[in-house]
């Protein structure tokens, strides 16, 4: 199978190539580093492997379709990192254009490619709901009203243009995704190292969160399935709030979870990141649970166990 991976270097976006390509299918990472059109093989990945593709994200088809032709589906990553800066008007911008110019173009060479993909996965996330307390969120739950809410209403509609291509769409609403090497839990657990960890904020807001590999196996298992069509929560079955979080991050770690950081601190730090980090998300995974999706990590102590080792 050959597959276009935009966002392909990142934390997600690396491991999932990996898993296809130790499969022995064809990877084709879309890539600024290398000039539109040219492409590089990356040694160590076996045949086909992992190829580096050059390209502009810039909202027009430049030379994707030739690139698109005749591969199986693709899986749209690319944006700028949410947590990268605070975020002032122009890093909102930034934030904003990264995303939505990178699937505008992806969109756009669809519609051009004699034989195009016929599935395109593309990512947004559980920030789609906003603050939502102890609501229960399935895929159909309305959106929220604030800045990362507003953002993924805007990259969801852009990615539901690929069905005018006759594309299956589907919009990745990815929860926290944990693991010890990368992303947001190895920030969180720098405080629990030097004794320091705790809850932020109250405490009571739910997070929802999944498993690295879990969330690989999904995606994967969302484009060999042809049933799974729109929204999706990419996140655990069972969310759990920002104390149980901390208490089971402590336990895993042999540390106490006893320091909370106040609202007001992380305001303070965090800017209006602040209000992310402590927006309450109950999402439940209601598509993949409907359509049979089995989770290796359902429970947050069975997560940190598979992460941290037995404790």
């Known amino acids: 199978m050959k597959v276009i991976v935009a966002g392909g270097g990142g934390f997600l976006g690396s491991a999932l190539c990996w898993a296809w390509a130790e499969e022995e299918h064809d990877v084709r990472v879309l890539t600024r580093a290398l000039p539109p059109g040219q492409a590089q093989h990356e040694s160590g990945t076996g ?6 593709v050059g390209w502009n994200p810039d909202g027009q088809a430049g030379t ?3 690139e698109l032709q005749d591969a199986a589906a693709i899986v749209n990553l690319a944006g700028e990192s949410i947590d990268g800066g605070r975020w002032s008007a122009a890093r909102k911008q930034a ?7 990178a699937t505008r173009s992806l969109v756009e060479a669809l519609g051009r490619t004699p034989a195009p993909p016929r599935t395109f996965v593309s990512a947004s996330g559980a920030g789609y709901y906003g603050d939502r307390g102890a609501e229960t969120l399935s895929e159909n739950a309305a959106p929220g009203d604030d800045f990362l809410a507003h953002l993924c209403v805007e990259w969801e509609a852009e990615a539901q243009r690929a069905a005018g291509a006759g594309a299956r769409v589907v919009c990745l609403r990815t929860g926290l995704v944990l693991e010890k090497s990368g992303g947001a839990l190895a920030a969180m657990m720098r405080p629990f190292r030097f004794f320091a960890g705790g809850r932020m904020g109250s405490g009571r807001q739910y997070m929802p969160w999944i498993h690295r590999l879990d969330w690989i196996e999904m995606v994967r298992w969302i484009v060999d399935t042809p049933a799974i069509a729109g929204p999706v929560n990419v996140t655990a079955p069972h969310p759990v709030t920002n104390a149980e979080f901390a208490r089971a991050l402590g ?4 540390r106490p979870a006893l320091l909370p950081a106040p609202r007001i601190a992380l305001r303070v730090a965090l800017g209006e990141m602040a209000d992310a980090v402590l927006a309450s998300q109950r999402a439940i995974p209601a598509v993949p649970l409907a359509h049979g999706y089995h989770f290796r990590y359902p429970e947050i102590d069975i997560a940190f166990r598979g992460i941290f080792g037995e404790t």
Do not use: E, V
């Not at 045949?47 to 580096?52: A, C, E």
């Not at 934030?95 to 110019?101: A, E, M, N, V």
């Not at 336990?251 to 042999?254: E, K, T």
């Open 47 to 52: 045949k086909p492997g992992i190829t580096r």
């Open 64 to 66: 994707l379709p030739n």
């Open 95 to 101: 934030l904003r254009d990264s995303r939505l110019r």
């Open 251 to 254: 336990h895993a770690m042999r």
